[in-house]
């Protein structure tokens, strides 16, 4: 049974960075894509970043492009998003997802990624 635990959100002040972690279990880390969305309420799902099984390509979103890092430790089958100066708008719940890596373009649809964590809540005041 796959399983995706993220970590690492709360309440952050504007201007602050965070790093989001997420343990993956189940499944041979390397063979999969992974990648990191949010969700703010009242608004669809957005892709923010992803990496391919073996870390060598990395995807990231056009919402927040150039404040995003996505990494991946495949040693501990975690993958981690920073982030920088965020703002109040990035007040979402932040999901990571996996899919497998057929060496294919990366995906940025939500419904590409059979697998999800529960999120990790992230509040940012200003």
């Known amino acids: 049974q796959v399983q995706l635990v993220e970590s690492g959100g709360g309440l952050v002040q504007a201007g602050d960075s965070l790093r989001l972690s997420c343990v993956a279990s189940?499944?041979?880390?390397?063979?999969?894509?992974m990648a990191w969305f949010r969700q703010a309420p009242g608004k669809e799902r957005q892709f923010l970043a992803s990496?391919?099984?073996?870390?060598?390509?990395?995807l990231p979103g056009d919402a927040v492009q150039g404040r995003v890092t996505i990494s991946r430790d495949n040693t501990k089958k975690t993958v981690y998003l920073e982030m920088s100066m965020l703002t109040p708008e990035d007040t979402a719940v932040y999901y990571c997802?996996?899919?497998?890596?057929?060496?294919?373009?990366?995906?940025?649809?939500?419904?590409?990624?059979?697998?999800w964590g529960e999120g990790t809540r992230v509040t940012v005041s200003s």
């Open positions: 997802a996996a899919g497998r890596d057929t060496r294919a373009p990366m995906e940025i649809r939500p419904d590409r990624y059979p697998y």
């Open positions: 189940g499944l041979t880390f390397s063979d999969y894509v």
């Open positions: 990496s391919s099984g073996n870390g060598r390509r990395i």
